[in-house]
């Protein structure tokens, strides 16, 4: 172990805050034995890119030798045309990973603290870990981010509020309401992160992805990503929408061209997809419904979810490695969760229609014997 971390005397040692996380792994994507696995560990959108954004990336290849523009204006104008914000106050990353971080880089450090809720985004603690920050993590109630035990935590070292709105992997919602007595309760010094990568898949009519809080002070930030309902995961493409003070620090502190031609030219294509929003809602809302009723059905507790997956509740670790032991055995890939604290269940994206019926049927056969 000491020469992996560096420590011997001929070598350089890493700081000790990189040790202190393990590394982001992602969902799989392969299984021995199945030439095209069906995947549903990555929440990933339904029906692939758009048709549209592929054509653009293809097209922005012949000019790769060129380096991007390195502020992304047309990238960061078609997301202000399309959801009605200054495009000056928005910052665009390689995924909204890379915005979260960045913002954990120039607001936390050593001697500061980071609230996230019990079984928020892990990028939030692995991120907040390596800037030094102390990470607290305050109780949730029936799954769902609980203001109260945030307040509770907070003290004058915490400088950033992490909530993922629909929260990943539980797929719970925080009420409007909650989320903005959270930031009125909050010191004004203290910066609130609303994370909204499947913002497009809410369906409740109070829902605010953050852009209010945003335009009504100076403390909350707002990120956003193409690799959800927009199919670019594999392009990495996030933005934040941020106070003109913090988008000058975003931009002062990210790397000069961490947005490609490529991804900027794909993600403006798939802004202006016709129809994609509205297909890719109808399909993630029937499916998600029908799932969640096929899996109740079966016996398994299932998390209400406004997001574009389910969490299944096993209840007991045993069964739920056993599931997903069954569902390998067919060419099914879902998401342990063992990492955030719930190993007693399985994440399970909501894929193509066909997708969600071969998942339904292999939890019915495991749970029925």
């Known amino acids: 172990m000491k020469a992996l971390r560096g420590e011997e005397a001929d070598g350089p040692a890493a700081r000790p805050e990189v040790f202190s996380v393990a590394p982001y792994v992602g969902g799989e994507s392969a299984l021995p034995g199945f030439a095209r696995p069906i995947k549903l560990s990555s929440n990933e959108g339904a029906f692939g890119p758009p048709p549209g954004a592929v054509q653009a990336a293809a097209q922005a290849a012949a000019a790769m030798h060129r380096y991007p523009d390195g502020g992304a ?26 915005i979260l971080s960045l913002l954990i880089q120039s607001y936390g450090g050593p001697g500061t603290e980071l609230i996230m809720s019990e079984h928020g985004f892990s990028i939030y603690e692995i991120a907040g870990r390596l800037a030094g920050c102390a990470v607290r993590k305050a ?48 010191p004004a010094g203290v910066l609130l992160v609303l994370d909204a990568a499947y913002a497009e898949y809410v369906g409740r009519a109070d829902y605010d992805p953050g852009a209010r809080l945003v335009e009504a002070g100076g403390n909350t930030v707002m990120t956003r990503t193409f690799s959800k309902i927009f199919g670019l995961g594999g392009a990495r493409l996030g933005w934040g929408y941020a106070p003109a003070a913090i988008a000058d620090v975003l931009n002062r ?32 809302h029937a499916e998600r419904a029908r799932l969640a009723a096929r899996l109740t059905q079966s016996g398994l507790r299932v998390i209400p979810s406004e997001a574009n997956f389910l969490l299944a509740d096993f209840t007991t670790p045993a069964r739920a490695g056993a599931a997903d032991a ?31 019926n071969l998942v339904a049927t292999a939890l019915a056969e495991f749970c029925h014997g």
């Open 326 to 356: 069954f569902l390998r055995q067919r060419g099914i890939i879902v998401r342990q969760v063992r990492s955030y604290g719930l190993p007693h269940c399985l994440r399970i994206t909501i894929g193509t229609t066909e997708e969600c």
């Open 253 to 284: 502190v990210r790397p000069p061209f961490n947005v490609s031609h490529l991804a900027a030219a794909a993600g403006i294509a798939a802004l202006a997809e016709p129809g994609w929003l509205e297909k890719s809602r109808a399909h993630n």
């Open 73 to 98: 204006r047309r990238l960061r104008d078609a997301i202000g045309a399309s959801f009605g914000l200054d495009p000056a106050r928005i910052v665009c990353g390689n995924g909204s990973d890379e």
């Open 139 to 186: 109780p949730e109630t029936n799954l769902t981010t609980d203001v109260d035990a945030m307040l509770a935590l907070v003290t004058p070292r915490t400088r950033m509020v992490f909530i993922a709105n629909p929260n990943n992997p539980t797929g719970t919602l925080l009420p409007q309401s909650e989320v903005e007595r959270l930031r009125a309760a909050l």
